[in-house]
């Protein structure tokens, strides 16, 4: 039943995420490190959902009873904070507890491999192979308080090295000397500590909403987009605000709200940021996206001689086609993404630092570099949509789309399909539409992208016919 999609396993409490599949996961990643022989520690951490700092502790009981020593991150903290440890460590893995972006019925475990590195599919599909052969077996563990006794559990807090991290890699000095007003909203998640202490270091007058612990979010997706950030998007315009910052439930994620009180997707903030180390740090470099964020980026990469990568959707593959090309920004449509030099995976924290650094380097709002990017490169209207099915209608899309490889009559010329990661449609005059499969919700979510938005709601309401999903 365990299970690993794009973004690690996750499962609704009590149905799939249980004491005992905890523990099963936990004893197959003792075997795999056995087998490969690697060395014996890892690092575990949560986030502030339900049942996550006993998740992290099931799991501890398992490894010290392996003789594994594990290190227990004692504060629920951002995911970018365990991927950070564990690269700058040398540790062989990492486990975070918790589900990300994901409703708060659900939890879930995401795997790290060397370097911080979210695990590739290769390696979740070897843990998924260890639980198969263990899941009849009893999992033994050691009770919390003995494996402290015996210096197999340490509990641990390196939340100031990896700001330190951040603090020694933007520009503190400018921030300082820019006097601005920061909106911040972590969702009731992990960024609040980490975020305002950035901010108030480099002297910013820092406002917060949606602080406290709430293991329900407040009733809404931790996730930042435009229905969710409206009340930041209200206190930015009252409050005369630069910028309104948001993270998703364990931080790895970024909303970011403009001057104007505008939404800016994320398509925008790694369009942003990536014209912005480019033209203004002077960086030199390709960019890596995955096959559902926009093209406007290929124009930008395009426009400074680069060179603009596409890959699946899940940031494993994000990560390692940057490595690969020595690519200086990475990310994708859903809020994540990386700079070359940080950590190798995505982190809303250092992100929104680089942001207000944007912001205070170049002296101008958020608003006016978006316009210049569309003055230089043209504007793209991208169109998103989510679709709920039961399991007999998945597998009749999955066999249209990618058995008989189906796909609907669109009013204009094609140049090519791709079905890298399910079935994207390329067009001539630049735009694009994709049907893919969500790997960490019961979704099935098209994009289309195109020059004018008639264009691309029309696309969308082809291929939702086509599919029967209305």
């Not at 009981?61 to 594994?68: D, L, N, Q, Y």
């Not at 308080?145 to 641990?156: D, N, P, R, S, T």
């Not at 426009?303 to 890959?311: A, N």
Request: proline letters at 3%; one cysteine or more.
């Amino acid at each position: 039943m365990i299970e690993f999609g794009t973004g690690g396993w996750r499962a609704i409490i009590g149905d799939e995420f249980t004491k005992a599949n905890i523990k099963l996961l936990a004893k197959a990643m003792c075997k795999k490190m056995k087998a490969e022989g690697v060395e014996l520690h890892i690092v575990l951490g949560y986030d502030r959902r339900f049942l996550a700092k006993e998740a992290m502790q099931w799991a501890a009981e398992v490894f010290a009873a392996e003789g594994i020593k594990a290190y227990l991150i004692n504060k629920s903290s951002p995911t970018p904070l365990i991927m950070f440890y564990t690269m700058k460590h040398g540790l062989d893995y990492g486990m975070m507890v918790t589900a990300s972006h994901n409703p708060a019925i659900y939890n879930g475990i995401k795997v790290f491999t060397k370097g911080g590195r979210d695990a590739e599919e290769t390696q979740t599909r070897n843990i998924e192979g260890y639980i198969r052969e263990i899941e009849k077996e009893p999992v033994e563990s050691m009770e919390y308080a003995k494996g402290v006794e015996a210096g197999l559990i340490e509990e641990i807090y390196p939340l100031n090295e990896y700001l330190d991290n951040i603090i020694d890699a933007v520009d503190m000095g400018a921030i300082r000397q820019a006097g601005l007003k920061i909106a911040i909203d972590p969702m009731y998640g992990v960024s609040e500590t980490s975020l305002k202490t950035i901010l108030l270091t480099a002297r910013c007058d820092v406002q917060m909403i949606h602080e406290r612990h709430d293991t329900l979010f407040g009733g809404k997706l931790p996730s930042p987009s435009a229905a969710t950030l409206r009340r930041l998007q209200t206190f930015v315009i009252d409050q005369k605000c630069d910028i309104g910052l948001a993270t998703d439930g364990d931080a790895d994620r970024i909303g970011v709200i403009d001057d104007t009180g505008r939404f800016l997707h994320p398509n925008d903030i790694l369009v942003l940021l990536y014209y912005y180390v480019v033209k203004y740090k002077g960086w030199s470099g390709p960019v890596v996206r995955n096959l559902a964020t926009t093209h406007l980026l290929d124009k930008v990469a395009e426009s400074f001689g680069q060179k603009c990568y596409e890959v699946p959707v899940g940031f494993k593959h994000i990560s390692a086609k940057m490595a690969e090309v020595d690519a200086i920004i990475g990310g994708e449509s859903s809020g994540g993404l990386t700079v070359k030099g940080h950590i190798n995976g995505k982190d809303g924290v250092y992100a929104a630092a680089l942001l207000v650094e944007m912001i205070a380097v170049t002296g101008k709002r958020l608003s006016e570099i978006y316009q210049m990017i569309e003055e230089e490169c043209g504007t793209i209207y991208m169109e998103e949509r989510d679709y709920k099915f039961s399991q007999e209608k998945k597998a009749a899309m999955q066999n249209i789309l990618m058995e008989e490889k189906k796909v609907p009559e669109i009013p204009y010329e094609v140049e090519h399909i791709s079905y890298m990661d399910g079935c994207k449609i390329y067009f001539k005059n630049g735009g694009w539409v994709v049907a893919r499969f969500s790997g960490t919700e019961p979704l099935l979510r098209i994009f289309c992208e195109m020059p004018g938005k008639e264009d691309a709601e029309k696309i969308s309401n082809i291929y939702e016919e086509f599919l029967g999903l209305k």
